[in-house]
């Protein structure tokens, strides 16, 4: 928290800050430090070696992966911290991958949530490509959390690029 100020329209219920509101006899809420201008980006790689493909042969691991991704989601969106999540992994739609934008919110929890639970232990792209997506969107100042058992030496490299754009790179190793 860094302050209180006048209540807004638009301003989420939750900020409300009861006390400030009596005391002024105005709406008031609480305002955010700079925890709500974080940024945070979980990718879980199903990929576990260099030959591997479509199905996933350790299934524990994806789902040790998953158990942890939603976690830090609810999480971060607890702290007010707008969260994106993407997998190498197919969807029930038919989907070769999932990524999510980092957006803030319940609603985009839930969106993330659901499209976990849609995940099948296939995998559907290299976890370069997914990887590429925030390297030609040449995202900046993000938190990004990588849940993988495995990486390769061009995955080395891009997490590289990555932290040269701006960005810090977590590697959990599963």
């Known amino acids: 928290m860094s302050g209180i100020r006048e209540y807004r329209t638009g301003d989420p219920f939750s900020a409300i800050n009861f006390k400030a509101t ?20 979980l990718y879980l790689n199903v990929q576990i070696n260099e030959s591997m493909w479509i199905n996933v042969s350790d ?29 190498n992994c197919e969807n029930n739609r038919g989907g070769h991958y999932v990524y999510l934008e980092r957006q803030g919110g319940y609603p985009h929890l839930k969106r993330i949530l659901e499209e976990m639970a849609k995940l099948e232990m296939k995998m559907g792209v290299s976890f370069s490509t997914l990887l590429n997506i925030d390297i030609r969107r040449k995202i900046t100042n993000t938190e990004i959390f990588i849940l993988a058992s495995y990486l390769s030496e061009h ?18 190793k599963l």
């Open 155 to 172: 995955n080395e490299a891009q997490i590289h690029h990555l932290r040269k754009m701006g960005n810090t790179v977590n590697i959990i």
């Open 59 to 87: 299934t524990g691991k994806i789902e040790r992966g998953l158990s942890y991704a939603a976690a830090m989601v609810k999480d971060a969106t607890r702290q007010g911290i707008k969260t994106g999540f993407g997998a």
């Open 22 to 41: 009596a005391k002024s006899g105005e709406l008031r809420v609480n305002v955010k430090d700079s925890t709500s201008s974080k940024n945070y980006m």
